[in-house]
């Protein structure tokens, strides 16, 4: 099977087809080769009539840049349209467009985070003001620009393990892939990866549940753990998303052990700016669970998502309906840090929230961010 150069996200069947393709042209090339060198040269006084060879028709340039360049005009994903409101346009999401798209409009020097708040008891607030809020980057106060509490469109990224130890559990797993899809946004954009060793793009960005379905069932259950390489990949691919939001929900069941990239360089990717938030369910037994449990709570806990690792694998369904009503009630918080952005370096961030009559509240966000514009990875599909 051919393996993806990392950041390339290709589907299945398009693999299969470009190598077919590939060597029916070459196969045409070497018998025109052959035709032109065995034919008799020409004669200067008496000429010989020739026949006419119609040259193959060449396959169009492919429209995504191979692994290591960048895409100036990334293809966009179309969503349905959505409500049109001062608000949105506030807070950087614009109303949908004539296409029906929602497009983000963030001013160059603006940050945006997403937020989720909790109480002392683990319960989602979700009745707080702007005023509630105190935003600090590199422990420096920062102002506030806009704020709302509002359920908008979000790009999902769907990233199920498919190796070996998988295949007893693909049927629970993929059944609670689409609970979380149907208890989120119906504007949602969702795409599919497939990975074991290798990973697959296996649906491209839709919000019909029956596409989603086949390619959750593209099952092989074969091969070791590629997660930070899909991870990565999968984070580069969300770029082509015009939805602000992004999130990874992300399910394995072992410790990465065939990935080119490493813990660090996975988290550093995360981090650029607008990058996604990391839903993980851990699947882990005792074998090198310790590993594999440290790598999720990093990911999730950096981008502000969480990691879940239930003992049972029926708890799997309920933890993923869990994760949609979080991402479906979270504040979103744009401000304009003191320090421009053209000063690099990694900026941390910390949120507070304090508002009667809680006695204590918890912020989930991004620990921090990389300054400059979002990373145009090679994440398309070829």
């Known amino acids: 099977m051919f393996m993806p150069e990392l950041g390339t996200m290709q589907l299945r069947n398009r693999c299969a087809s470009s190598r077919v393709v590939s060597a029916f042209l070459f196969l045409i090339f070497c018998g025109l080769l052959t035709a032109q060198t065995s034919a008799p040269s020409q004669s200067s006084q008496t000429p010989t009539p020739q026949s006419k060879v119609q040259q193959p028709s060449q396959a169009p340039p492919?429209?995504?840049?191979?692994?290591?360049?960048?895409?100036?005009?990334p293809p966009a994903a179309q969503s349905p349209a959505g409500p049109q409101d001062q608000a949105s346009r506030a807070a950087g999401e614009a109303p949908a467009n004539d296409n029906g798209v929602f497009v983000f409009h963030a001013e160059a020097q603006e940050v945006t985070l997403h937020a989720t708040v909790v109480d002392e008891r683990n319960r989602l607030v979700t009745n707080l003001g702007k005023n509630d809020f105190s935003v600090f980057e590199n422990s420096q106060p920062q102002q506030i620009r806009s704020f709302r509490q509002e359920d908008i469109p979000v790009a999902i990224g769907i990233v199920i393990d498919n190796s070996g130890s998988m295949r007893e559990k693909r049927d629970e797993v993929n059944k609670a892939a689409l609970n979380l899809v149907r208890a989120s946004n119906a504007q949602d954009q969702v795409f599919v990866v497939n990975f074991s060793d290798e990973y697959y793009l296996d649906q491209e960005f839709t919000s019909d549940i029956k596409k989603l379905q086949v390619a959750l069932e593209?099952?092989?259950?074969?091969?070791?753990?590629?997660?930070?390489?899909?991870?990565?990949?999968?984070?580069?691919?969300?770029?082509?998303?015009?939805?602000?939001?992004?999130?990874l929900f992300v399910v394995t069941d072992g410790e990465d052990d065939a990935s080119q990239e490493n813990l660090e360089q996975a988290v550093h990717r995360m981090q650029q700016e607008n990058g996604p938030t990391v839903y993980a369910i851990g699947l882990l037994g005792q074998e090198k669970a310790r590993r594999a449990k440290r790598a999720l709570e990093v990911i999730s806990d950096r981008t502000g998502g969480i990691a879940f690792f239930p003992p049972t694998l029926n708890e799997v369904d309920e933890i993923s309906r869990n994760i949609a009503h979080d991402i479906r009630n979270q504040y979103t918080i744009t401000y304009t840090p003191t320090t421009p952005k053209n000063v690099g370096g990694f900026r941390t961030i910390h949120v507070d929230a304090h508002a009667r009559p809680y006695k204590k509240l918890t912020v989930r966000t991004r620990s921090g961010y990389y300054p400059g514009q979002e990373r145009q990875g090679a994440g398309g599909v070829q």
Request: net charge positive.
């Open 218 to 247: 593209k099952v092989e259950a074969r091969g070791g753990t590629a997660l930070y390489d899909a991870i990565i990949a999968s984070a580069d691919y969300l770029i082509h998303s015009p939805l602000q939001r992004k999130v």
């Open 62 to 73: 492919p429209q995504t840049p191979p692994s290591g360049q960048t895409s100036a005009n």
